[in-house]
């Protein structure tokens, strides 16, 4: 199991932008990757994430991390829709599967696609610490405030979740080995063993992201933090906590 | 539980609705067959109330799909909308069913949401997502024979996890007075 990846120190242009218009920009580009549909598009798509991915220096390696974990999963989304998504002017047959030329097609859109749109997220996380992140969604949310909603509420929610995926991540890696030291690699395991391994890890999973919540919301109360005050941002412009 | 705290476990749930996906995903279909992306929701409703568990119904199909393309981008809008409701009436039933016994309730508070998240799913594929090409048998298939196996894993895990929950400490216990 691969991951999101984490914040990567560098300097570069990316890096120094504002989360909230990074995040702006991901929405953007996530909707113009998902609009390309002719190979021309989806190319020039994937040009400029590779633009962007060599001038955020995050390095290769850390922009296909968390792509390259899914790998089984897009090989298979490529193979079913090879296989299953027509039946008209077949290159082979084999019961109800037909393997066609517009069946591939579809299935390297849809692979490329969410490769792309991985590969943007990661950028997202690998060039953004997680205060500016928060601070950037109370950015982009403050309209919203105005006609009431809880926008304080919804930036502390995103920051803490993307925050917390890494962490979660490593902690469930660690509960993997220590249950492969006792069973042996899951990972030779059949399908349904390989299952019922990752479910016996759930609740030590749940248990110990619970206490990191737990411990973690103690300690924004014992400083002072409250969902109704305003509080120091990132730029430190704001800087009233309550007493 | 103060806000803060409801808040910080909707997001913490909301992130492992990132990430056990990501394990699931080395077990072919398994994202549509073990429905792992609703197993934190639903805690997140028990445990820290209906807001907190459309918080995490929200949040989790949302940043999952910018962070790790999964769900693909034409499944987040409907996926989201039925996650929030698992989320919001699980919350809303662990409020208001009290029997006296905590795995009663919480059972009750579960299969409630998971038939109301279906519904909702298949009420707004029908009418909003997929008008006209969505059929009871292509809903009663998807929500309840591919998903079985993912069904019989929420009603196995759920339970056992929030009681695990409340014997650590780490959420207040339903009955207090019981445990005193």
């Avoid at chain 1, 590969?119 to 949310?141: D, F, I, K, W, Y």
């Avoid at chain 1, 979660?168 to 220590?178: D, G, K, P, V, W």
Wanted: with cysteine; aromatic share 6%; net charge positive.
């Amino acid at each position: 199991m691969r991951g999101v990846a984490g914040y990567v120190w560098a300097d570069s242009p990316l890096h120094r932008a504002s989360a909230a218009a990074k995040l702006a920009g991901l929405v953007a580009c996530v909707a113009l990757v998902v609009l390309a549909t002719t190979p021309l598009e989806l190319a020039v798509a994937a040009g400029g994430v590779a633009a962007l991915v060599a001038l955020s220096r995050v390095g290769w390696r850390a922009a296909a991390r968390a792509a390259w974990g899914l790998r089984w999963f897009l090989l298979m989304v490529l193979a079913l829709n090879a296989l299953l998504f027509s039946d008209v002017d077949p290159i082979f047959s084999l019961g109800p599967a037909h393997l066609t030329c517009e069946g591939l097609a579809q299935g390297v859109r849809i692979v490329v696609r969410t490769l792309l749109v991985i590969v943007l997220g990661t950028l997202l996380t690998a060039t953004t610490r997680p205060q500016e992140l928060v601070e950037g969604v109370r950015r982009l949310l403050r309209p919203l405030g105005r006609i009431g909603l809880p926008t304080e509420a919804a930036a502390l929610a995103v920051g803490v979740t993307v925050q917390f995926v890494p962490t979660l991540l490593r902690e469930s890696r660690q509960l993997m080995r220590a249950q492969e030291i006792r069973c042996g690699n899951v990972a030779t395991l059949g399908i349904m063993r390989r299952a019922v391994s990752y479910i016996r890890l759930l609740v030590p999973i749940f248990v110990s992201a619970v206490r990191r919540a737990d411990e973690l919301s103690v300690a924004m109360e014992a400083r002072g933090y409250r969902l109704s005050s305003p509080r120091a941002s990132a730029d430190g412009k704001e800087r009233k906590l309550r007493p | 539980m103060s806000q803060v705290k409801r808040i910080v476990i909707a997001a913490v749930c909301a992130a492992l609705c990132i990430v056990l996906p990501m394990a699931f995903h080395s077990i072919p279909n398994a994202g549509a067959t073990w429905l792992p992306m609703h197993i934190p929701v639903m805690i997140s409703g028990l445990v820290a109330g209906p807001v907190a568990g459309a918080v995490t119904g929200v949040l989790g199909p949302v940043l999952s799909s910018l962070l790790t393309g999964m769900p693909a981008a034409p499944m987040v809008a409907p996926m989201t909308c039925e996650l929030l409701t698992y989320g919001l009436v699980a919350g809303l039933l662990a409020k208001f069913v009290r029997t006296g016994n905590v795995t009663v309730d919480l059972y009750v508070s579960l299969v409630g949401a998971m038939l109301a998240g279906r519904v909702v799913n298949g009420v707004l594929r029908a009418l909003i997502f997929s008008p006209g090409a969505y059929s009871l048998e292509a809903w009663v298939a998807a929500s309840f024979v591919t998903s079985l196996v993912g069904i019989v894993l929420q009603l196995a895990v759920v339970v056992p996890i929030v009681v695990s929950l409340e014997r650590a400490g780490l959420v207040p216990p339903r009955y207090p007075e019981k445990d005193a």
